[in-house]
């Protein structure tokens, strides 16, 4: 199983990004996919997931109105836009992998996949 996020990169605030997680090694339309960021010294961050079933979505309140989540199955990719980008947006952006993930408040569980991240810095 790998995930690999990419497309994280410097931009100033107001500006956008948009992160891929390209996944291999399992059956991916039936996985939903996470995004999380961390800080050092923060908690990790649940701030979307779309499922895989029927491609609902989740987004943390930090983050609605501003993020959008898709997926293309036929890629085996999940894209996170990310518009209006603030300096609080910063960190280590992660994909994560769950057949049947919940959250619970701000709590995650169920992801079983993880991949390495990528790196998003806003600039104020």
């Known amino acids: 199983v790998q995930l690999q996020a990419s497309g994280g990169g410097l931009v100033q605030a107001g500006g956008s990004l948009r992160l891929s997680c390209a996944a291999s090694?399992?059956?991916?339309?039936?996985?939903?996919i996470g995004w999380f960021r961390q800080v050092p010294g923060k908690e990790r961050e649940g701030v979307s997931c779309?499922?895989?079933?029927?491609?609902?979505?989740y987004y943390a309140d930090s983050v609605k109105g501003r993020f959008t989540i898709s997926r293309d199955n036929a890629k085996n990719t999940v894209y996170l836009q990310m518009n209006s980008l603030n300096p609080a947006d910063t960190g280590v952006y992660y994909c994560?992998?769950?057949?049947?993930?919940?959250?619970?408040?701000?709590?995650?569980?169920?992801?079983?996949?993880w991949g390495k991240g990528t790196q998003v810095t806003v600039s104020s």
């Open positions: 090694g399992f059956t991916f339309e039936n996985y939903a």
């Open positions: 779309i499922s895989g079933s029927d491609g609902s979505t």
């Open positions: 994560a992998a769950g057949a049947h993930p919940t959250i619970v408040g701000s709590t995650w569980y169920g992801m079983e996949h």
